[in-house]
């Protein structure tokens, strides 16, 4: 039977016949006299090899140990000894346009990717909306047989249909996935994430105090997804695409493992710079020639900073550090479960980060992310405040741009621009059974859109002409298997255009052309992240602002060849274009965070009042009612016990930015939490008595916002019960342009990282009486003028009981 074909042994039980030919066994007038036949079930191809994505966040060419790093990642080194790393991966700077480049193989422009969801714009090239035309490698091997799962973060769907008003066509079980479990936006607190099990939000199964993080969370259903379908059909391939939220925002990892680094960071970034850059000349990780950018002039001088300082960011990067190698470890208890059933040999492994090391820790490190999408800065008191409690639960913290710089070495700048230090990542391919060489390194130019072909190739499988009834676009990647074997053979991907919030770039055959905006820095531009470039502008650009590099002498561009290769400089500005025009990149939009507060389409019409139901799942900020820097209102009807009630009645946000409103001690309470910088709590006069109530705050704005400074607008809270003055203050200043990074809106509770600290409550925070409903109104029209609404309100609610 081992020399049979496996189709041949599958069919010496029951006779098939495949989808299309006709049935082939025999129909006679009765059972006796007839043959039955059966129509085939989908089979991948005898032998096939599974596939494995992880896609780290945030990971810089010079964050793992095998690239030259001193941070410890044992098990990532093992992957590159058994395989190959190379050292030309190219992203697009961003993490949402990346991994559609991963997942498709299209250009970030051609999957409507310019920037993350969240910064859509109304254009083909960047509305956020990956064409169904641009099928993902799941879906396509969905059709050969396989299994297919996703772990962790998604951030491909458009931030508007995240909801469970769906649709639901573009979460990861409408995209050829048949589990998932994960969170659906760009990043998610460690401890308290927003998780989504196919396609219904679920809880963490434990908390911090039990010992909870996301990573080994995710590694456990990891398993159990490959487990659960290997044990009923051990033959049958998965395609896994793992994806933890490790190393973005928030730096979270339980204290020993951040402790191991303790000392490790003390000299400085240009210390790790200088130190990272001699290992990655020893490993052959960059050229022979290559001289290592120069310290940036939006970095601190380490040697400058006071002892305080020395000592905050040496601890955030310890815990940055610590962190990774938790993820390491994660990593490798995955791949030791591949080995373990034996399946390790036969999985075709690619392992990479979707951009450069982040700077969304501004200048000084934060402990509050969210502090960089308001614009709001960071304050050095605070931070050192937070020093022993960074890495944990409480905040959501990020190293300053000194590591920012320092994990990307030996390359210029950082994740959002398309400089090297931007969009050159490590990427590590391995598979035992089908690729010989092991621990090599290959140079050969690659991009993200590779991957799927390159996989395609190894596997043997055409890109189909249609999936589902439609019909494909054109992968537009290269395949690197011509590498696997051959150090010397020459990259197929020649040409390669980036572009990111106006920052661009392009590659051809080993030259590099590089329009920096807002500029080589924030310092010698005068210009910061977001500042707009208009018309006039790009062709002043376009004269004046292009800078050429020669890699092949050069791979840390490091001299600027524009006025002394001129004819060459004007071919690739001319090349840019004529990508551009080919992938839809056009406009150009240079607005930064500012993007992120533009209005969309939405799935329901346009309103002014909303109504919510407790017990339902967490409503999206994206898809509830804009309530920032505008007058608005928030009424439950709510039932409290004759012994009282505590709790919270609605809450939006969580330890990043939000509000929440509640009763403690009897009173009604708001408390509203300006970035995690400052904390308001206003409450009422007295107790809420027992019985039926609308319960409700009222936000009027008295100023204006100062998007541009971090400053939502000012107003007055007023507290009442029934439509009567309980209570009521100041908010001195708002989140202007987001509340949190991923909680969103709920009835009833204020779960996962909470609005307000623990001197207030602790969550979830589930209110003890009854909510009926809630109603959210932006008419800006006053519940104390508007007794006769209230009435009607709290009517109505309890006709619905």
């Given at each position: 039977m081992s020399n049979l074909a496996w189709d041949e042994v599958i069919g010496m039980a029951l006779k098939e016949y495949k989808s299309g030919q006709a049935f082939n066994g025999v129909i006679g007038r009765t059972f006796d006299v007839s043959e039955p036949a059966w129509p085939s079930p989908l089979r991948a191809k005898e032998g096939a090899a599974n596939v494995l994505f992880i896609v780290l966040d945030d990971t810089g060419f010079g964050h793992l140990q095998c690239y030259g790093s001193p941070i410890n990642t044992p098990n990532i080194n093992a992957l590159a000894k058994e395989g190959l790393r190379y050292t030309n991966m190219h992203t697009t700077a961003l993490c949402s346009p990346s991994r559609s480049c991963f997942i498709n193989g299209r250009n970030h422009h051609s999957n409507g990717m310019s920037c993350i969801t969240e910064g859509s714009i109304g254009f083909p090239g960047g509305n956020g909306i990956i064409p169904f035309e641009n099928g993902f490698i799941s879906e396509i091997l969905l059709e050969q047989g396989y299994n297919t799962y996703a772990i962790g973060k998604w951030h491909l769907t458009p931030t508007?249909?995240?909801?469970?008003?769906?649709?639901?066509?573009?979460?990861?079980?409408?995209?050829?996935?048949?589990?998932?479990?994960?969170?659906?936006?760009?990043?998610?607190?460690?401890?308290?994430?927003?998780?989504?099990?196919?396609?219904?939000?679920?809880?963490?199964?434990?908390?911090?105090?039990?010992?909870?993080?996301?990573?080994?969370?995710?590694?456990?259903?990891?398993?159990?997804?490959?487990?659960?379908?290997?044990?009923?059909?051990p033959q049958k391939p998965f395609f896994m695409y793992f994806c933890p939220g490790a190393q973005h925002a928030p730096h979270h990892v339980p204290r020993e493992w951040a402790d191991k680094y303790a000392g490790k960071f003390d000299k400085g970034w240009d210390h790790y710079r200088e130190e990272t850059f001699k290992r990655q000349k020893e490993l052959g990780v960059i050229p022979e020639n290559t001289v290592m950018s120069r310290h940036d002039p939006d970095v601190q001088d380490w040697d400058s900073l006071s002892?305080?300082?020395?000592?905050?960011?040496?601890?955030?990067?310890?815990?940055?550090?610590?962190?990774?190698?938790?993820?390491?470890?994660?990593?490798?208890?995955?791949?030791?479960?591949?080995?373990?059933?034996?399946?390790?040999?036969?999985?075709?492994?690619?392992?990479?980060?979707?951009?450069?090391?982040?700077?969304e820790g501004g200048?000084?490190?934060?402990?509050?992310?969210?502090?960089?999408?308001?614009?709001?800065?960071?304050?050095?008191?605070?931070?050192?405040?937070?020093?022993?409690?960074?890495?944990?639960?409480?905040?959501?913290?990020?190293?300053?741009?000194?590591?920012?710089?320092?994990?990307?070495?030996?390359?210029?700048?950082?994740?959002?621009?398309?400089?090297?230090?931007?969009?050159?990542?490590?990427?590590?391919?391995?598979?035992?059974?089908?690729?010989?060489?092991?621990?090599?390194?290959?140079?050969?130019?690659?991009?993200?859109?590779?991957?799927?072909?390159?996989?395609?190739?190894?596997?043997?499988?055409?890109?189909?002409?249609?999936?589902?009834g439609v019909t494909q676009a054109p992968i537009e990647g290269f395949s690197l298997k011509n590498t696997f074997e051959d150090a010397a053979a020459r990259g197929l991907h020649q040409t390669q255009y980036f572009e990111m919030f106006g920052h661009r770039s392009l590659y051809h055959d080993g030259w590099r052309a590089v329009c920096p905006w807002p500029g080589t820095s924030f310092v010698e531009s005068g210009r910061g992240f977001g500042d707009p470039i208009d018309h006039d502008k790009l062709n002043e650009l376009d004269a004046e602002g292009w800078e050429l590099y020669d890699l092949t002498n050069d791979a840390a561009e490091t001299v600027n060849l524009a006025d002394k290769e001129k004819a060459k400089l004007i071919e690739m500005i001319g090349m840019w274009y004529a990508e551009a025009g080919k992938y839809n990149v056009l406009p150009i939009d240079s607005r930064g965070t500012l993007r992120l507060g533009l209005e969309r389409p939405q799935i329901a019409v346009a309103r002014t009042k909303y109504v919510y139901y407790p017990g339902t799942q967490v409503v999206p900020s994206s898809a509830g009612p804009r309530l920032l820097n505008v007058a608005h209102s928030v009424s439950v009807h709510a039932t409290i016990p004759?012994?009282?009630?505590?709790?919270?009645?609605?809450?939006?946000?969580?330890?990043?930015?939000?509000?929440?409103?509640?009763?403690?001690?009897?009173?009604?309470?708001?408390?509203?939490?300006?970035?995690?910088?400052?904390?308001?709590?206003?409450?009422?006069?007295?107790?809420?008595?027992?019985?039926?109530?609308?319960?409700?705050?009222?936000?009027?704005?008295?100023?204006?916002?100062?998007?541009?400074?971090?400053?939502?607008?000012?107003?007055?809270?007023?507290?009442?019960?029934d439509g009567e003055p309980v209570g009521g203050g100041d908010l001195p200043v708002t989140v202007p342009i987001q509340y949190g990074l991923a909680a969103g809106l709920v009835v009833g509770c204020d779960n996962g990282a909470p609005v307000m600290l623990e001197d207030e409550y602790l969550p979830p925070f589930n209110f003890t009486g009854t909510i009926h409903k809630a109603l959210v109104d932006i008419t800006g029209e006053s519940l104390e003028d508007k007794e006769e609404m209230i009435a009607a309100y709290l009517k109505a609610a309890m006709a619905r009981q």
């Open positions: 508007e249909q995240t909801s469970a008003a769906g649709p639901y066509s573009r979460w990861p079980l409408g995209r050829g996935f048949e589990r998932y479990y994960g969170f659906l936006g760009g990043d998610t607190h460690q401890y308290y994430p927003e998780l989504v099990r196919d396609n219904m939000q679920v809880e963490p199964e434990a908390t911090p105090e039990e010992g909870y993080h996301l990573t080994p969370d995710l590694v456990e259903k990891a398993k159990a997804m490959i487990a659960d379908a290997k044990q009923v059909a002892a305080d300082e020395r000592k905050l960011y040496a601890r955030m990067m310890e815990v940055f550090a610590g962190f990774l190698e938790h993820t390491d470890h994660y990593i490798g208890e995955l791949i030791q479960f591949l080995k373990e059933i034996g399946e390790y040999d036969n999985t075709l492994i690619m392992l990479v980060s979707d951009n450069g090391s982040s700077a200048p000084t490190g934060s402990v509050n992310e969210n502090k960089f999408f308001n614009n709001v800065p960071d304050n050095l008191e605070q931070n050192l405040k937070a020093l022993e409690d960074i890495g944990g639960p409480k905040y959501f913290n990020h190293f300053p741009w000194g590591w920012t710089h320092a994990g990307n070495t030996p390359y210029r700048r950082w994740k959002r621009e398309t400089y090297r230090g931007g969009v050159s990542d490590p990427f590590i391919i391995s598979w035992p059974n089908g690729i010989k060489a092991k621990g090599e390194v290959r140079t050969q130019f690659c991009h993200g859109i590779d991957m799927v072909p390159t996989v395609l190739d190894c596997l043997g499988v055409e890109p189909p002409a249609t999936i589902r004759e012994d009282g009630a505590q709790g919270a009645l609605f809450s939006i946000g969580g330890n990043d930015g939000g509000f929440c409103l509640y009763i403690k001690d009897g009173k009604l309470t708001y408390g509203y939490n300006y970035v995690a910088d400052q904390r308001f709590v206003i409450r009422s006069d007295g107790a809420v008595p027992a019985g039926d109530h609308v319960l409700s705050f009222e936000f009027e704005p008295t100023g204006k916002p100062d998007l541009a400074k971090g400053k939502g607008a000012p107003g007055t809270v007023k507290l009442l019960v």
